[in-house]
């Protein structure tokens, strides 16, 4: 089996290398190839992932190349984790759109829209490049905006499947709660990406037993402070958000401590540094604890369990991932991408049953997802005005005068990504 993964210059890669080495009888992997266009990277992190793969005993063999046509060639599943413009896109990304007020964040917002501007040309030319080199091959989109990329994929006719680590990080963090297994957890999870809810927290499967009201009484405040909201709005919610959703219920709060402190693509930016450094050392062969604090926590896991699934192994048969609507969410058009658990197979994946979605979630769920259509719209034809009405549009935004001032700054501060600016 071979998988390519694009972006393999990250410094997420050895977390992913790790969990391929750790579950080969899972995904039994004979060719792992990194592409990237930074060849100074790769070659820090390919000789990493080599070293990994030795000293944990995995047979398959890892190729490093700047070559994207000849490293997903032959590709059973190609994985896309890239972020375009690099760390330097994302510092403007938390920081122009505080200047008018609003939240500066790399996936929500209007720097979540810039985000999705410079990257979906770029996924969609890789995927066609892909389906020319082996059109049967999945395509695994871990690049954000997931929801928004994952829908240009499918929309341009890929077979393609979203994959966030939010889920897998509650459904990890849940068990340790229970004190039960991740794989005895099985979580009602509802929304886009990066907009979800936990409305049930099911024992042993989607039929097992409800035990969220366990856990919110038995450990409401620690859930409430990992999602930094009052442990009283948990309550009254009586689900679990995911912590994207503070930036809409605290949004001004979250705004004024953005204003206080360094933003998060400078704290991550020192952290890439000291891990390059680290995966220079021919003495490391395994991941290094400071790659927990970058992200991604568990993302190894979920994306090992859906290509297994996908190639038709030995993959878990049920998998929060993104994929289209097709009828799921009844208040939502069948061509939107939602998150939710699905039955995965090598046909890829069926969302399954959700029930009636209370009408606090379904609003914002319905909002945002007109936000996403706007946002592809203008990702795919570009125009100031497409640009001003997606942000119009965002329930984060809605203001004409902010979105006329986004809209100035984002095209300022990404046009050189933006063929069309």
């Known amino acids: 089996m071979k998988l390519a993964v694009v972006g393999g210059g990250s410094t997420y890669t050895p977390e992913l290398i790790d969990g391929f080495a750790r579950l080969r009888d899972t995904l039994p992997i004979g060719e792992l190839v990194l592409v990237d266009p930074a060849a100074e990277r790769l070659e820090l992190v390919g000789g990493l992932a080599r ?4 000293k944990q005993g995995h047979p398959g063999r890892i190729v490093t190349t700047s070559d994207l046509d000849a490293g997903v060639e032959g590709a059973d599943a190609v994985l896309l984790q ?23 964040q790399e996936t929500t917002g209007a720097g979540g829209l810039a985000k999705a501007l410079r990257t979906v040309p770029v996924v969609l030319d ?24 994952t829908r240009a994929l499918l929309q341009a ?51 097992g037993e409800n035990v969220l009201p366990k856990l919110l009484a038995e450990h409401g405040d620690a859930i409430a402070g990992d999602l930094r909201l009052p442990r009283t709005v948990v309550d009254r919610l009586g689900v679990v958000p995911s912590y994207y959703l503070r930036y809409y219920y605290a949004h001004d709060e979250v705004v004024r401590e953005l204003g206080t402190k ?29 790659l927990a604090k970058r992200g991604g926590a568990y993302y190894s896991e979920a994306a090992v369990d859906l290509a ?42 069926t969302p399954l049953a959700v029930p009636p979605v209370d009408p606090l979630y379904a609003g914002l769920m319905a909002n945002v997802t007109a936000y996403e259509d706007l946002a592809l719209e203008a990702a795919l034809r570009g125009g100031r005005d497409r640009v001003f009405r997606a942000l119009l549009a965002h329930p984060l935004i809605g203001q004409y005068a902010y979105a006329d001032d986004l809209t100035d700054r984002l095209i300022a501060h990404n046009r050189e990504h933006l063929a069309w600016a």
Not at 126 to 138: F, G, K, L, Q, Y
């Open 51 to 54: 070293r990994i793969f030795a």
């Open 82 to 104: 890239l972020r375009v413009g690099g760390q330097a896109a994302r510092q403007e990304d938390e920081t122009w759109p505080l200047e008018c007020g609003c939240v500066g």
């Open 126 to 149: 890789i995927a066609e490049r892909v389906h020319r080199t082996n059109p049967d091959a999945w395509i695994i989109d871990f690049t954000n905006p997931v929801g928004i990329v």
């Open 157 to 207: 006719g890929h077979k393609a499947v979203g994959l966030c680590n939010v889920a897998i990080g509650f459904q990890r963090k849940f068990a340790g709660m229970l004190g039960v297994a991740p794989v005895d957890i099985h979580l009602d999870h509802v929304g886009l990406n990066h907009l979800t809810w936990e409305t049930g927290v099911r024992l042993g499967g989607p039929e």
């Open 262 to 290: 360094p933003s998060r693509a400078a704290e991550v930016a020192e952290m890439e540094r000291q891990l390059l450094k680290m995966y220079g050392d021919p003495a490391l062969d395994e991941k290094p604890e400071l």
């Open 308 to 349: 297994a699934s996908l190639l038709g192994g030995g993959g878990s048969p049920y998998q929060v991932v993104n994929t289209y609507n097709r009828g799921t969410l009844p208040f939502l058009p069948d061509d939107a991408v939602i998150e939710v658990q699905a039955a995965v197979g090598h046909k890829g994946a």
